[in-house]
């Protein structure tokens, strides 16, 4: 995964798509604050060559045919349609329409003429082809799970409308998948301090981490953009950002961006997940959390008693999805935990299933657990983050050794922020 760094690029759709090109921002003619942007040597070329156009007009519509089409054997067919009116030039022929599509696997735009079915009707279609091998003319490049885009620049519109009304876009489905907003779902937003712990407020120049999770219950691994942005109470923006990276199948993740408020108020802060930062098909809904800067420090906790921790690794607070054994379980924001120090016995050993029973019954799924990451030793060699787990006030890690379910690894005692802590010093550290 990796922090997508914002510089704005923007396509040059110029004539009927005879050219695709990308231009930095600060050459860009915004038509839209919606779509990209048209190169500015071009803005002359759009301001005179609509000003003649009638400003008698019919607002383009463009769709798929269906929300989602099927691919079996690496190939299928998809169809776009277009209704605008105005191409009728001509009311004794079938005139022509050009658009663009792309796709999750093939992000280049290919043009596709689209015929009018019949003269005078204003209506254009196409059924073309999709493969998962190469795209080819009037072949697109599409693979099982992907998002297929149509881009559509209406030229017949008047220079005084040549905005969001002129720039269509549609999105279909490929293959076996649910519907956009249930392919990662958000949820559980918080606020966060700099050391983990949750809060409904902060101060002036406090850093804090906006945070949530989002899963992938498909059978696949989906690509996403996940979106923060911040307002104030006047509406204005005042932070975006963005992480964009790859969800392996049935799985969670916990993300988050910092930020340092400048001015007090009350903000909102909302976070979007989208199929990527250039396709906004939208994963899931957009979800919402208010909190206030205050100009002094009055930064609290939110009163459910959670656990503190020590140093400035992560500090999170988590349910339980799954126990793999004592000394390792699976968090519901998608982190693998292991014990840190704490050794119990693996499957094959004697002992496994008391220790992995006693875990279970003091930390049972389900139940929220506090895990304090090492700040020595933050993850082990199979990448598990290694850290104290409290469970109801309770040191897992201490209370596996007491009840002769464990044995410390005297090894990282000197790599381990906890080797200080009474329950590992009694037990060799």
């Given at each position: 995964?990796?922090?997508?760094?914002?510089i704005?690029?923007?396509?040059?759709?110029?004539?009927?798509?005879?050219?695709?090109?990308?231009?930095?921002?600060?050459?860009?003619?915004?038509?839209?604050?919606?779509?990209?942007?048209?190169?500015?040597k071009?803005?002359?070329?759009?301001?005179?060559t609509?000003?003649?156009?009638?400003?008698?007009?019919?607002l383009?519509k463009l769709?798929?045919?269906?929300?989602?089409f099927?691919?079996?054997?690496?190939?299928?067919?998809?169809?776009?349609?277009?209704?605008?009116?105005?191409?009728?030039?001509?009311?004794s022929?079938?005139?022509?329409?050009?658009?663009?599509?792309?796709?999750?696997?093939?992000?280049?735009f290919?043009?596709?003429e689209?015929?009018?079915?019949?003269s005078?009707?204003?209506?254009?279609?196409?059924?073309?082809?999709?493969?998962?091998?190469?795209?080819?003319?009037?072949?697109?490049?599409?693979?099982?799970?992907?998002t297929?885009?149509v881009?559509?620049?209406?030229?017949?519109?008047?220079?005084?409308?040549?905005?969001?009304?002129?720039?269509?876009?549609s999105?279909?489905?490929?293959?076996?998948?649910?519907?956009?907003?249930?392919?990662?779902?958000?949820?559980?937003?918080?606020?966060?301090?700099v050391?983990?712990?949750?809060?409904?407020s902060?101060?002036?120049?406090?850093?804090?981490?906006?945070?949530?999770d989002?899963?992938?219950?498909?059978?696949r691994?989906?690509k996403?953009?996940?979106?923060?942005?911040?307002?104030d109470?006047?509406?204005?923006?005042?932070?975006?950002a963005?992480?964009?990276?790859?969800l392996?199948s049935?799985?969670?993740?916990?993300?988050?961006?910092?930020?340092i408020?400048?001015?007090a108020?009350n903000?909102?802060?909302?976070?979007?997940?989208?199929?990527?930062i250039?396709n906004?098909?939208?994963?899931?809904?957009?979800?919402?959390i208010?909190?206030?800067?205050?100009?002094?420090?009055?930064?609290?906790?939110l009163?459910?008693?959670?656990?503190?921790?020590?140093?400035?690794?992560?500090?999170?607070?988590?349910?339980?999805?799954?126990?793999?054994?004592?000394?390792?379980?699976y968090?519901?924001?998608?982190?693998?935990?292991?014990?840190?120090?704490?050794?119990?016995?693996?499957?094959?050993?004697?002992?496994?299933?008391?220790?992995?029973r006693?875990?279970?019954e003091?930390?049972?799924?389900?139940?929220?657990?506090?895990v304090?990451?090492d700040?020595?030793?933050?993850?082990?060699?199979?990448?598990r983050?290694?850290?104290?787990?409290?469970?109801?006030?309770?040191t897992?890690?201490?209370?596996?050794?007491?009840?002769?379910?464990?044995?410390?690894?005297?090894?990282?005692?000197?790599t381990s922020?906890?080797?200080?802590?009474?329950?590992?010093?009694?037990?060799?550290?």
């Amino acid at each position: 995964m990796k922090t997508s760094v914002l510089i704005v690029f923007a396509m040059v759709l110029f004539s009927l798509f005879g050219t695709v090109q990308y231009i930095h921002a600060e050459d860009c003619f915004y038509v839209t604050r919606y779509t990209p942007c048209i190169d500015s040597k071009y803005s002359d070329y759009f301001t005179t060559t609509f000003s003649g156009i009638d400003p008698s007009f019919t607002l383009a519509k463009l769709d798929w045919k269906e929300a989602s089409f099927p691919i079996k054997n690496g190939t299928g067919f998809v169809t776009v349609i277009l209704k605008d009116p105005d191409l009728n030039r001509d009311v004794s022929y079938k005139e022509t329409a050009n658009v663009l599509v792309y796709s999750d696997s093939d992000s280049e735009f290919h043009v596709i003429e689209l015929r009018e079915t019949e003269s005078n009707s204003g209506k254009f279609e196409r059924t073309f082809g999709i493969s998962d091998s190469r795209s080819a003319p009037s072949v697109i490049l599409t693979r099982d799970g992907d998002t297929i885009g149509v881009v559509y620049v209406d030229t017949t519109m008047p220079p005084d409308h040549f905005g969001s009304d002129a720039y269509l876009m549609s999105t279909a489905l490929i293959g076996s998948t649910g519907p956009p907003l249930e392919r990662a779902p958000a949820s559980d937003p918080k606020i966060l301090d700099v050391s983990g712990n949750l809060i409904d407020s902060t101060a002036v120049g406090e850093q804090i981490q906006i945070t949530s999770d989002i899963t992938n219950e498909q059978n696949r691994e989906q690509k996403f953009a996940y979106i923060v942005m911040i307002h104030d109470d006047t509406e204005t923006v005042v932070y975006l950002a963005w992480i964009d990276g790859t969800l392996n199948s049935e799985s969670s993740f916990s993300l988050s961006a910092s930020w340092i408020p400048q001015n007090a108020g009350n903000y909102v802060a909302t976070m979007f997940v989208w199929e990527s930062i250039t396709n906004p098909t939208a994963l899931s809904p957009p979800i919402h959390i208010d909190f206030t800067v205050s100009d002094e420090n009055t930064t609290h906790s939110l009163p459910d008693d959670k656990i503190m921790c020590s140093g400035t690794a992560l500090c999170l607070t988590e349910k339980i999805l799954r126990i793999v054994d004592g000394d390792t379980i699976y968090l519901s924001g998608g982190y693998e935990v292991r014990l840190s120090l704490t050794n119990t016995p693996e499957r094959h050993q004697i002992g496994f299933y008391d220790a992995s029973r006693f875990t279970a019954e003091m930390c049972p799924v389900t139940s929220t657990v506090t895990v304090d990451q090492d700040d020595l030793q933050p993850y082990d060699a199979y990448d598990r983050l290694l850290g104290k787990v409290t469970c109801d006030h309770k040191t897992l890690n201490a209370e596996l050794l007491y009840a002769g379910h464990a044995n410390i690894l005297t090894q990282f005692c000197f790599t381990s922020e906890f080797s200080s802590e009474l329950w590992a010093q009694e037990f060799g550290c």
